[in-house]
């Protein structure tokens, strides 16, 4: 079964851009998540998307924003970049059980580079 | 709401002796505990989960890791290092209801000399 996928994997963007991401979940898989890794801040969790609707969220401003798709690909966007956002930005996805027993698994990552 | 701290930011061992990267947490409600390794350029990859049951976790690479509820610990351990070893280690909660919010650690280098 293929793993979690995530595109672009490197990215270079300019400040006051836009970026959007995209992920591809494991097979069967319907909940969706994404983080921000950075040297500083370590990994931060963004949101959760669970049946193209958004079930959790972190603490992030609402430059950042997500989506997903009925065949349960999500993207993420980032709109007006800032230096800051420099990260690699990481998916899971979870297959969702009866008892709530999940796991997620996690995508390579997309390196985004603002300049 | 949730914690984790990892107590050690960096751990050298040299092959072949045993470690233990320690993990503690905070957390008003129940919650599912794990440990993640990360290579570099690399996305993570999950080692072990705790989520009821036995207190003893045994997980991918000869890892284990004991959930100790009393003491809100939940340190990985494995008794024999490989310099393969070498990567950083995150401890993660996730309160145990519906959908995902995890809470990484700071992190723990390993490294793994000959």
């Known amino acids: 079964k293929a793993g979690v996928t995530q595109t672009p994997r490197y990215l270079i963007k300019t400040r006051g851009q836009q970026v959007t991401l995209s992920c591809s979940p494991i097979?069967?898989?319907?909940?969706v998540s994404w983080y921000q890794q950075t040297p500083g801040q370590g990994l931060q969790f963004l949101f959760e998307y669970f049946s193209e609707t958004q079930r959790n969220k972190g603490n992030f401003p609402g430059r950042f924003s997500g989506r997903q798709f009925s065949n349960s690909r999500s993207e993420m966007n980032v709109s007006t970049l800032e230096l800051g956002d420099s990260a690699l930005y990481l998916c899971a996805s979870s297959l969702v059980v009866a008892g709530g027993e999940e796991t997620q698994y996690f995508g390579p990552g997309t390196r985004l580079l603002v300049l | 709401a949730q914690s984790v701290t990892q107590l050690d930011s960096q751990v050298p061992v040299f092959e072949e002796a045993p470690v233990e990267l320690r993990c503690n947490y905070s957390?008003?409600?129940?919650?599912?505990l794990f440990w993640y390794v990360q290579y570099p350029n690399q996305g993570l990859q999950l080692l072990l989960k705790y989520l009821s049951g036995s207190t003893l976790v045994k997980g991918i690479n000869g890892f284990e890791a004991e959930f100790n509820k009393s003491q809100t610990s939940f340190h990985l351990r494995k008794p024999s290092v490989h310099i393969s070893d070498t990567a950083e280690y995150f401890c993660a909660v996730s309160e145990s209801t519906g959908g995902f919010k995890t809470i990484f650690g700071a992190g723990t280098r390993l490294f793994v000399k000959a």
């Open positions: 097979s069967g898989h319907r909940s």
């Open positions: 957390s008003s409600v129940s919650v599912y």
